[in-house]
Each structure stands twice: as structure tokens, then as C-alpha cells.
């Protein structure tokens, strides 16, 4: 008997499946991250993909199916298809390094979205013109579309830039929605922002993985994967990311003898960042006071500046769905050359105990808003923040919940069109985005 101490690791793929130069997935020259992830959801996935083989027979028996694979030499290529799930804090980089690229967490959001960074790494002092303009010291630095944070009365805020040339005189950002301060100065914090790309980059995203699951007297493959969904909800407060990848290609090497790594039969202690986990606390979910830009794109240098409205919210869950659809191809035992991101749903759910009578009647009217949820604490290398920046409700908000102790407004939101970001750059008018300080 064995006992079930395992542990998962992640490597980014140089190309979709890791295919050696025989076309069969191989982890040689990758470089695997054991994961700080929870333990029941890592177990030897996947199912094997096969035909059944409903034949002609003279009597009552069946037929072995026939595995969907490969062969190698004389014996068919073990194989298995499935999903990977991995259940993780969102503890934050800290301040010893500046970007998540080579972190877990940076290697699992990069599966499912694609990955912009600041042009600073550590907070600038800006001027605060209005709630809605900054001044800071390079407003290059600051890229369009991107997640900022700051500190404002004890409390974390969160905003996006939408215009990092304001007014055209080289000087100021414009963000949308607003912080709730005019006092001046500021430290913003600089976000690694990972977003849903839209226009001609509509399905793209940073890399593949591969996983590898590690225990005693067991290891297995996982190669070509691509995130599935992300669900973010709260324990305690604090913020757990539930993440789904589909796999192409699942295999086993529980003696080490397919792949022959060296890499002595156990599980691995994770690699911890020394950032902060993630509460949803000394934060704020705001919605914005007024209705984003949608049908159109904003022309010119000033992009969309909101007001806020603060949702006092119990708690929240949300979550991104990625539909994958498989590029086929035959030429290797994946029978795909990629997965394609080809929709992507966003739902956010908020649970009031203090209903907001701003938007009553905003299911009734079509109304969008831009919504942000922040988490605590924010600062260097600090700071989760999520925004949908056009976002509808999918449901009326004064069929309140009346099945509990205390009255409940459920609101839940989609995803809609934004164009109220001006300028250029790859994350602008994004439909989600997610900030994490660096």
C-alpha cells in the first residue's frame, strides 16, 4: 500500500502538446513549477478516447473498442483525453520579482488569457486632477486598458486606464471608474492585467501547459492544456481561483521507464510566492454611476471617466468560461494542432444584503455599467482587482431573495461590448480583465 501524498506541477509549452520529433508528446527540456494548489482536486485525470466496435458476433459477447491513438514500434500509445483541475489561493508576487511569467499562478492565468504589464514595477506618486485623472511621473508607463490600484483611506481601489495620453498633452491618464478621493498625492500601483483579447486577437491567449502529478509510486502527463473555465469565489473572505484545463493528451509513467527524466518517484513541495493571499476585504465591489460606451468605439484622446457607485456586497462569486474548439489535424497523436478559444462567457455574481437602488431599473432599461471587485491589500507586489468593463444584468434586480434570514438583492452580470478606451494598445477595450500587483 502506498499513501496519497502528491503534488502538481506546470510547465508553459514552447508549442502546443510538446511534440518530440516523432509526434508524440515529451516533457524534455521543460521546466516544471510545483504548485502551492489544494490537494483534493489533483487526481489522475482523464478517459480513454476510443471506438466501439459494434460488429457482427455469433454469440453473446463483445468486442475490445479500439483506442483513438497512435502507435509506437509494435504497441499502440497509451493515451487518455480529459480535464485537469487545479483549486489555488491568489497570493500575490510580492516584491521580489516583477512580473508573474516564470510563478504558477502566472503560468496557469496565461492558459486562458493573454498578459499585459506596466511599464514600472514599483508605485509612482501622481497627482490626482479629478477622480478621474491622474498625473503621473511617465504616462507611458501605464498601458491602456490596464488594472491600477492604490491605497486610499486605509482601503484598496481599483481602476482601469483609459487613455494614457489625455487631452493629448503628453501628460495625464484618464481612468474609468472613478477612485473616491480627490486628495492629491496618490501612490498607483503598477498591475500585471490579463485579459479576454478582442477584434483580430479574439481566441488567443499566452501559452498552453502541461501538468505533471506526482505521488508515491505514481506520475502522470498532461499536454495541451488549455483553460476551460475559472471560477473565483470566496473561503472565509478569502479569494480561491478554481481553474479547469482540457487536456489533448493524458499519460502515465508511473516507473519513470517511458520518458526515463531521472527524477526520483514522489511528490514535490510546492513553490510558494511571498506576496499577500487575497481577502475580499478593505475593498470595495463599485459599479460605475453612469453607462460605459458599448455600440461604438471613443475616438480622439479622452475615453470613458465614470463615477462610482459602491455595492456593499456580502460576497461574490465569478466566473470565465472559455469554449475550446480543437484544430484537427492527423499528423500526430493529439489529432489537433491547437485548441481555439472560440467564445467566452463572464459571469459575475453579487449577493447584497443592502439592496442598491441605483440599479433597479437597470434590467428593465438595458442598461451597462462597468463593475470592478477588489480584493485587500494592495500595494508592491500587492492586490488582485477584476473588471468587467461593460457589464449587463442578466436578470431583474428586484426579485429579491427572501428565502434566508435577511433580505438578499442577487445581482449577476455578463459581459458586453466596451469601446470607451482610447489610444492604442493590446489590451484595449477588452471585455475582462484581471489585475494582479507586481
Excluded at 502538446?17 to 516523432?22: R, V
Excluded at 480529459?82 to 510563478?103: E, F, R, W
Excluded at 475580499?280 to 468605439?297: G, I, Q
Amino acid at each position: 500500500m502506498s499513501v496519497t501524498h502528491r503534488s502538481c506541477s506546470i510547465a508553459a509549452e514552447g508549442s502546443f502538446g510538446s511534440l518530440d520529433a516523432n509526434g508524440i508528446p515529451s516533457p524534455s527540456g521543460l521546466t516544471y513549477l510545483s504548485l502551492p494548489a489544494e490537494r483534493d482536486p489533483v487526481v489522475i485525470p482523464g478517459a480513454a478516447p476510443v471506438n466501439e466496435r459494434p460488429i457482427l458476433r455469433d454469440g453473446p459477447f463483445g468486442y475490445q473498442a479500439e483506442l483513438d491513438t497512435v502507435w509506437s514500434g509494435s504497441n499502440r500509445l497509451q493515451k487518455r483525453t480529459g480535464d485537469v483541475s487545479i483549486k489555488i489561493d491568489l497570493t500575490t508576487l510580492g516584491s521580489s520579482a516583477n512580473t508573474y511569467d516564470a510563478t504558477g499562478l502566472g503560468l496557469l492565468l496565461g492558459a486562458g488569457f493573454k498578459r499585459v504589464t506596466a511599464g514600472r514595477t514599483t508605485g509612482d506618486s501622481v497627482a490626482v486632477t479629478s477622480v478621474n485623472v491622474l498625473v503621473p511621473t511617465d504616462e507611458t508607463e501605464w498601458p491602456v486598458g490596464g488594472v491600477v490600484s492604490s491605497l486610499i483611506g486605509g482601503r484598496a481601489e481599483y481602476s482601469a486606464v483609459t487613455s494614457n495620453d489625455r487631452g493629448g498633452l503628453g501628460t495625464s491618464l484618464g481612468i474609468s471608474p472613478a477612485i473616491s478621493s480627490f486628495a492629491s498625492p496618490i501612490t498607483l500601483q503598477p498591475m500585471e492585467t490579463f485579459y479576454t483579447p478582442t477584434g483580430t486577437a479574439s481566441g488567443a491567449v499566452k501559452h498552453s501547459v502541461t501538468f505533471r502529478i506526482d505521488g508515491v509510486n505514481f506520475r502522470s502527463y498532461a499536454f495541451g492544456c488549455k483553460m476551460s473555465s475559472m471560477k473565483i469565489s470566496l473561503t472565509g473572505g478569502r479569494a480561491i481561483a478554481e481553474f479547469i484545463y482540457t487536456s489533448a493528451f493524458i499519460i502515465d509513467d508511473h516507473d519513470d521507464s517511458l520518458y526515463s527524466t531521472g527524477l526520483t518517484l514522489g511528490p514535490i513541495e510546492p513553490v510558494f510566492l511571498n506576496g499577500a493571499a487575497q481577502h475580499f476585504r478593505a475593498s470595495y465591489a463599485v459599479l460605475s454611476a453612469s453607462a460605459p460606451t458599448t455600440t461604438t468605439d471613443l475616438v480622439g484622446n479622452v475615453g470613458d471617466e465614470l463615477g462610482r457607485v459602491v455595492a456593499n456586497t456580502d460576497t461574490f462569486d465569478l466566473t470565465v468560461t472559455n469554449t475550446l474548439t480543437p484544430v484537427g489535424v492527423s499528423d500526430s497523436v493529439l489529432g489537433m494542432s491547437d485548441m481555439e478559444v472560440s467564445d467566452v462567457a463572464v459571469v459575475a455574481n453579487l449577493s447584497l444584503s443592502s439592496p442598491l437602488s441605483t440599479v433597479k431599473n437597470d434590467f428593465r432599461d438595458q442598461v451597462s455599467r462597468q463593475l470592478m471587485i477588489g480584493t485587500g491589500p494592495t500595494g508592491d507586489g500587492l492586490g488582485c482587482g477584476f473588471l468587467i468593463p461593460s457589464a449587463y444584468l442578466t436578470a431583474d434586480p428586484t426579485a429579491y431573495d427572501v428565502s434566508g434570514d435577511l433580505v438578499m438583492q442577487n445581482l449577476s452580470y455578463a459581459q458586453g461590448r466596451f469601446g470607451g478606451d482610447v489610444g492604442s494598445g493590446v489590451c484595449k477595450n477588452s471585455p475582462f480583465r484581471m489585475g494582479l500587483g507586481i
